[in-house]
C-alpha cells in the first residue's frame, strides 16, 4: 500500500502575505516614531517643556530668595543677579539694575521671563528678531513705503526684542504708523526737510528699553541725483537728426559742430550714452557731469521735472545776423517778440526733444533747459556755488538776447550773453503725474545722495 507525504512548510503564497503584512506593520510602526506627530517628537517636546518648568521653578526660586533677603520686600537685585548666575544668559544679568525694572532675562532654554520688582515672575514666548541699521549707514526710506530697519550689532548678531516702537521728531513731515510703515507728507514745503526717526526697543537683549537707532532721513531735494537714463543714441536717431539737417552726414566720429556746421549738433555718435556730458570749449571739467537730477517738483512734493547734470551734446550758433532767432527756434521752437524776417525761420527745422524720453523711467516730454528756469533759483549776474547753474561749462538757452547772441550759463553759473560758438546743450525730462523718489536718504554728498524714481 502507497503511503503519501504529508507537505508541512510554508508555500510561496503565504510566504509573500506573512512579508507584507510584516512591511505594513513596521510603516506603522516608523510612522509612529518619527511622523508629524510622532512619538519621537512628542518625547523631545516632552524633554524641553520639562526643561523649561525647571528653568522656571528655579528663577522663581531665585527672585524668592532675592525678596525674602530685602526688608523693603522687594527684589534685592544684587542678590537675584547671584541667584540667576548659571540659569539666565550672562548678558541679561549685567544689564540687570534696580532703576529699569521690570527685568527681561533669557533662560538657558531660549525662553523669556519678565521679573518685576514686586517678585512677580511671568514667562514669555521667544520673540521675533528685530533687525535694525547703525546710522553710519545708509537708510532705505520712500513716501508711503514701510521702512525696513536693518540693523545688527557690533559682533553682527541680530539682536531680539518684544516690542519695537518708531517715534517722528515732526509729524508735519513724516508719521508712524504702528507697523512702522513711514509715511512722508506729500507737501512742496517739506522739499529737502529733515526729520528725525527714533527707534525704541523694549526687552532688547534682556535690557528694559534701549534706543536701538535715531535715524535722520532726508527728503529729496533739488539738485539730488535720480537714477533716469535716457539710454543710448542709436543709427536711426542720428538719422532722423541728419534728415532736419541739425547733424552733419560727414559727422561719423562724433565731433563737434564749427563754422562749416552752423546750427547743428554734435559731441555725440551712435552708442554713446545720452546719460554721459561732453565739455564743448571750456576746460574746466566737471567730475559729476554725468547723469540726472531733480529741477522741480509739484506742488504735492512728487517730482515734477529733471535735469541733464551736465551737456550731452552741444550746438554752434554762428553770430551772425538774426543768427540767435533762428537758433532760438531750433532749440526750443519760439518766435522771437521783437519780429525777425520771414527768413530767419525758413529752411530751418524746430530740435526734437523726445529722444531724451524714456518712459519705463516715467518721462513723458523733453527741452531744453530755458534761461527763465535757471533764473528762479539764484538770480541774473550772480556767481553761485548752486551746483544746478554752476556746472564748470557753458550751456546754450532757447532765448536771443540780440539778434545774433543767444543766452547761456557760464561756468561760474553767471547767466549771461554769449559771444561763443560752440556750447553745450542741456535736456531737461518731464515724468509722468505722482513720481515719488525711494533709496538713500541719509546724510550724504550731495553728489552721492541717488534716489529710485517710483509711482
Known amino acids: 500500500m502507497l503511503k503519501t507525504k504529508k507537505n508541512t512548510g510554508i508555500t510561496l503564497i503565504a510566504l509573500i502575505i506573512t512579508i507584507v503584512v510584516l512591511l505594513i506593520l513596521a510603516g506603522v510602526t516608523i510612522s509612529a516614531i518619527t511622523g508629524n506627530e510622532s512619538a519621537m517628537e512628542k518625547a523631545t517636546e516632552a524633554r524641553e517643556k520639562d526643561k523649561q518648568g525647571t528653568e522656571f521653578e528655579a528663577i522663581k526660586l531665585a527672585v524668592v530668595n532675592s525678596v525674602a533677603s530685602d526688608l523693603t520686600g522687594l527684589v ?37 521671563y519678565k521679573i518685576n520688582q514686586n517678585g512677580e515672575v511671568t514667562s514669555a514666548e521667544p520673540v521675533a528678531s528685530v533687525e535694525f541699521v547703525s546710522t553710519t549707514d545708509e537708510i532705505a526710506v520712500s513716501k508711503s513705503k514701510k521702512l525696513s530697519i536693518i540693523a545688527r550689532g557690533a559682533s553682527g548678531n541680530i539682536t531680539e526684542a518684544n516690542e519695537v516702537t518708531f517715534t517722528s521728531s515732526d509729524e508735519d513731515i513724516a508719521t508712524v504708523e504702528e507697523d512702522g510703515s513711514i509715511k512722508i507728507v506729500n507737501d512742496e514745503s517739506n522739499i529737502g526737510e529733515t526729520v528725525t526717526i527714533t527707534v525704541i526697543a523694549d526687552g532688547i537683549n534682556g535690557s528694559n528699553e534701549c534706543t536701538i537707532a535715531v535715524i535722520e532721513l532726508i527728503l529729496p531735494k533739488i539738485g539730488d541725483f535720480v537714477n533716469y ?24 566720429t562724433g565731433a563737434l559742430p564749427d563754422s562749416s556746421t552752423p546750427y547743428m549738433f554734435g559731441g555725440f555718435k551712435a552708442g554713446d550714452s545720452k546719460d554721459n556730458s561732453i565739455t564743448p570749449y571750456s576746460t574746466d571739467t566737471n567730475t559729476y557731469a554725468s547723469g540726472w537730477r531733480i529741477l522741480s517738483f509739484n506742488n504735492d512734493g512728487t517730482i515734477n521735472e529733471i535735469i541733464h547734470a551736465g551737456t550731452p551734446e552741444a550746438y554752434y550758433n554762428p553770430n551772425s545776423t538774426n543768427s540767435a532767432y533762428k537758433s532760438q527756434y531750433i532749440l526750443g521752437g519760439g518766435i522771437n517778440s521783437n519780429g525777425a524776417s520771414a527768413w530767419a525761420y525758413t529752411n530751418v527745422s524746430m530740435r526734437d526733444w523726445s529722444m531724451y524720453v524714456n518712459s519705463n523711467y516715467y518721462g513723458t516730454s523733453a527741452k531744453s533747459v530755458t534761461y ?23 550751456y546754450w538757452f532757447p532765448k536771443a538776447s540780440t539778434n545774433k547772441i543767444l543766452w547761456c550759463g557760464s561756468p561760474d553759473g553767471n547767466l549771461t550773453d554769449c559771444l561763443i560758438n560752440c556750447m553745450g546743450i542741456r535736456p531737461v525730462v518731464t515724468l509722468e503725474d505722482g513720481i515719488k523718489v525711494e533709496g538713500t536718504g541719509s546724510k550724504h554728498d550731495t553728489y552721492e545722495t541717488r534716489w529710485t524714481l517710483t509711482k
Not at 550672562?90 to 529699569?100: A, H, P, V
Not at 539710454?231 to 561719423?252: F, V
Request: hydrophobic letters at 30%.
Open 372 to 394: 527763465e528756469q535757471m533764473l528762479s533759483f539764484t538770480g541774473l549776474n550772480s556767481s553761485t556755488s548752486n551746483t544746478i547753474r554752476n556746472i564748470h561749462t557753458y
Open 76 to 112: 534685592n537685585v544684587d542678590n537675584l543677579k547671584k541667584g540667576l548666575n548659571g540659569i539666565v544668559e550672562n548678558e541679561c544679568i549685567s544689564r540687570m539694575d534696580k532703576d529699569n525694572s521690570p527685568w527681561i532675562v533669557t533662560g538657558k532654554t531660549g525662553m523669556k
Open 229 to 252: 537714463s535716457a539710454g543710448l543714441w542709436s543709427e536711426d536717431e542720428i538719422t532722423d537728426l541728419q534728415m532736419a539737417e541739425l547733424y552733419s552726414s560727414t559727422n561719423t
